[in-house]
């Protein structure tokens, strides 16, 4: 088997190596703009598909083709879950180290996502059943059930074109808001309606799929500690929620993508307010805070795509599933972040030095390297540190450590965010919220 990386960054080194112990050979696509990346060394060929983009289809099909590659890992972002994308590689006889195009398009689009998770026994939030695409249509849908209310990108994800509402003088700014945002992120500026709850926590379900019937899952991840709606650290399993309910909604994941007959690694994700999972979207690919899971259950959440995609059974049964310990991930971005108003700007730049943590208990999941260059044009995301214990205590004192570890000069990061929140008793005592951040912003 021969894969084409298509993707940059972290999650490109970490596919490098999941294919290399499977003894996969490698070809990585990459952009001028990460012509510096030392990863690039590590694989068996390389090829420079543009000057910045990773977003053309037909030239990254047509590398995976000239390169003899069998199948084509898109890690998360990018085109990770563009139907198109998926499509072109079907006909093209290349496998997507992935689902179908069918059921990326069926989740991508979060409208139909919501009637699939109805079909499928899943709770949804109150919202609209159809897309929105002009504001008179926001206006009558909201008044149907009323403020706060959350506006979303029909197609997207990420935080990006979404847009709280908090009363009616509000709906038009955050409408084209929204809108324009959604437009240029995804392509498409038609949006949905959510109702808006407050004090719920983000909890998801990860699970695998061989896409014959057979799918497990892998227990849940709690990501309520979020700024602009993006999430900067998760944690495995979800604490604070009985195990019965815990139990009770990843099992009915784990049907529903039996249902689907979903193939290769996905993630249900909800909200939890009032002992209720009110279900958001499903996200059809490997996610960034896939590490916590590996860390907990032992399952290597990248072979396992792997192996499916090469036709494979899922070698792993849910009665061989079980949960060990806990970890947190922390998200280390380059930004630069104002503590008192919470806003953060892009921290491009050159690394001059980096110490990265280590020691008992501690993953550090980075492309970084002293000397290196962080591009403009991408994510702002550098780097993962995954602290893990017996405990939830011990886990938490190792990812502080490790945090105060952790040095990286030359361009700004989220560090000290990252710091105050593990450190803070709130977050210890498990009271955890998608607004946290904001909460903690009050007492500084």
């Not at 604070?240 to 099992?251: F, N, Q, T």
């Not at 896939?290 to 959440?301: A, K, Q, S, Y």
């Not at 190792?398 to 105060?404: C, H, V």
């Amino acid at each position: 088997m021969r894969v084409l990386v298509a993707n940059r960054g972290e999650i490109a080194l970490r596919v490098l190596r999941a294919c290399q112990e499977m003894d996969i050979e490698t070809v990585v696509a990459y952009s001028k703009a990460d012509g510096h990346q030392h990863y690039l060394n590590l694989a068996d060929d390389t090829v420079c598909i543009s000057a910045s983009s990773y977003l053309d289809i037909p030239t990254i099909v047509s590398a995976a083709k000239t390169h003899r590659c069998d199948a084509v890992h898109p890690g998360y972002g990018m085109l990770a879950e563009n139907p198109t994308f998926a499509g072109s590689l079907e006909d093209n006889g290349i496998t997507l180290v992935g689902p179908c195009s069918e059921h990326i398009a069926l989740m991508g689009d979060k409208v139909s996502a919501r009637q699939a998770a109805r079909d499928l026994g899943l709770n949804t939030i109150p919202g609209s059943s159809e897309k929105v695409c002009d504001l008179q249509s926001a206006r009558s849908i909201a008044s149907s059930f009323g403020y706060p209310l959350l506006l979303k990108a029909a197609f997207g994800g990420g935080g990006r074109g979404m847009r709280q509402v908090k009363d009616e003088t509000d709906l038009e700014r955050q409408f084209h808001e929204a809108a324009s945002e959604a437009q240029g992120s995804f392509g498409d500026g038609a949006l949905y309606i959510e109702k808006w709850f407050s004090d719920v926590r983000h909890v998801e379900v990860q699970i695998l799929g061989d896409g014959k019937g057979h799918a497990i899952h892998l227990g849940t991840r709690d990501c309520s500690i979020q700024r602009q709606y993006q999430k900067i650290i998760e944690e495995a399993p979800a604490p604070g929620i009985a195990p019965k309910l815990l139990d009770s909604i990843a099992e009915l994941c784990a049907g529903a993508a039996a249902k689907m007959k979903y193939r290769s690694a996905g993630t249900f994700e909800f909200l939890f307010t009032d002992d209720e999972f009110y279900f958001i979207e499903m996200n059809t690919r490997l996610q960034v805070e896939h590490p916590v899971t590996e860390v907990v259950t032992g399952v290597d959440l990248v072979k396992s795509q792997l192996k499916i995609a090469m036709a494979e059974a899922l070698d792993i049964h849910q009665s061989e599933v079980s949960i060990n310990g806990h970890a947190i991930e922390c998200r280390i971005n380059a930004e630069k972040v104002d503590l008192q108003t919470g806003t953060t700007t892009p921290s491009p730049g050159v690394v001059t030095e980096l110490i990265s943590p280590g020691g008992p208990g501690i993953r550090w999941d980075s492309h970084l390297t002293g000397r290196h260059l962080v591009p403009h044009q991408y994510d702002s995301l550098v780097a993962k540190l995954i602290g893990s214990g017996a405990s939830r205590d011990e886990a938490i004192v190792r990812t502080i450590r490790g945090l105060s570890e952790t040095r990286i000069r030359g361009i700004d990061t989220n560090l000290e965010l990252l710091s105050r929140i593990l450190v803070s008793p709130s977050y210890k005592v498990g009271n955890l919220s998608t607004e946290f951040i904001s909460e903690m912003r009050k007492s500084l």
